[in-house]
């Protein structure tokens, strides 16, 4: 076989070249498909790996959410369990009596609206109308920027510290005393710049194009804030009001010397006069009462009213936002 493989080299030699190029493509072929197995198993796996791991973060979060909720649920709870015996409306629609150790809390309750109202009354013009400068007006100068810091940095203050500067200067420079006003101004100053960034982002929030469109149809600029851009960006900047809203309705340290009285059971009669406040009261008879175990069933009762305004509040402001919000939508 062999000799005649010698004495026919040309016949044999395309056969041979044939099968040794068929065996190379299969090889190759046969190692691609290897190679591409591989390569579907490591995506696969790696897939498989990062499904297991957002599982794991997603689990996490989920196991923090819940947590939270849980945490908030279980302080509800607590001071609904402990306070709903004390809830009636003799302790809604009475002043406290007996050393505050029996009565109701109806002063305080008038004293916190009033303090809500008023500083709500004092805050929102001024934070929607820097909002709207800062946003709309001022352009992004150093100034602003500085501004912006100033304004940051005026929001992580503590509400002590507000509560001293309104003592200093509404009550003792001005004139005003321990009164509502100087109250609901120190409270007014205090939520200014949560207001006034909200008012700024939810304005930036609004496309180019709107303020585009106005000028070019021939509005001026105050127009197209005060009809365009401001409609549009109210339910946001409701947000700020909530928050507001929120943060006066349980702060203590500002009125505690500006406003608040120990024991006053008696409705003011004009925005000079010392009010009580359901933080206040709440705090004096929890730590200072004639008797703290008689007013114990009190404070809790105090707590749970003032949780139940301040969700009443954030319910209407959320009302509110929302109503607002469908008459205007950015599509």
């Not at 190692?31 to 996490?60: S, V, W």
């Not at 009669?269 to 004639?290: E, K, N, R």
């Amino acid at each position: 076989m062999v000799l005649r493989l010698n004495r026919n080299p040309g016949i044999l030699s395309p056969i041979l070249n044939n099968f040794v190029t068929l065996f190379f493509l299969f090889c190759n072929i046969k190692g691609l498909i290897l190679q591409r197995k591989k390569l579907r198993n490591f995506r696969e796996q790696e897939f498989m790996d990062k499904k297991i791991k957002q599982k794991i973060a997603f689990g996490f979060f989920r196991a923090l959410s819940l947590l939270v909720v849980g945490i908030l649920f279980w302080i509800l709870g607590f001071i609904i369990y402990n306070g709903i015996g004390v809830i009636s409306w003799e302790f809604l629609t009475t002043a406290p009596t007996d050393g505050m150790t029996a009565g109701g809390i109806f002063p305080a309750i008038v004293g916190t609206f009033c303090l809500i109202a008023g500083s709500i009354v004092f805050a929102f013009p001024v934070g929607l109308m820097s909002g709207i400068y800062i946003s709309e007006y001022a352009g992004n100068g150093w100034i602003i920027k500085f501004i912006r810091i100033m304004t940051n940095n005026l929001g992580s203050i503590p509400s002590i510290v507000f509560g001293l500067f309104g003592m200093a200067l509404f009550v003792n420079t001005f004139g005003f005393g321990d009164s509502i006003i100087a109250g609901s101004l120190t409270l007014g100053l205090l939520i200014l710049p949560l207001i006034i960034r909200t008012t700024e982002e939810a304005l930036k929030a609004i496309p180019g194009s709107y303020r585009t469109g106005s000028l070019a149809l021939g509005a001026s600029r105050l127009q197209t804030v005060t009809r365009v851009v401001l409609p549009v960006a109210f339910p946001n900047i409701m947000t700020g009001l909530i928050l507001a809203v929120g943060r006066v309705s349980g702060e203590t340290a500002p009125i505690l010397f500006t406003v608040a009285a120990y024991f006053l059971p008696k409705l003011p009669s004009g925005i000079f006069d010392q009010v009580m406040a359901l933080p206040y009261h709440l705090y004096v008879i929890a730590t200072s009462g004639t008797d703290i175990e008689a007013s114990r069933p009190i404070a809790y009762g105090t707590a749970l009213v003032l949780i139940i305004i301040v969700l009443l509040m954030n319910l209407l402001a959320t009302v509110l936002r929302r109503y607002f919000g469908k008459r205007v939508k950015i599509n």
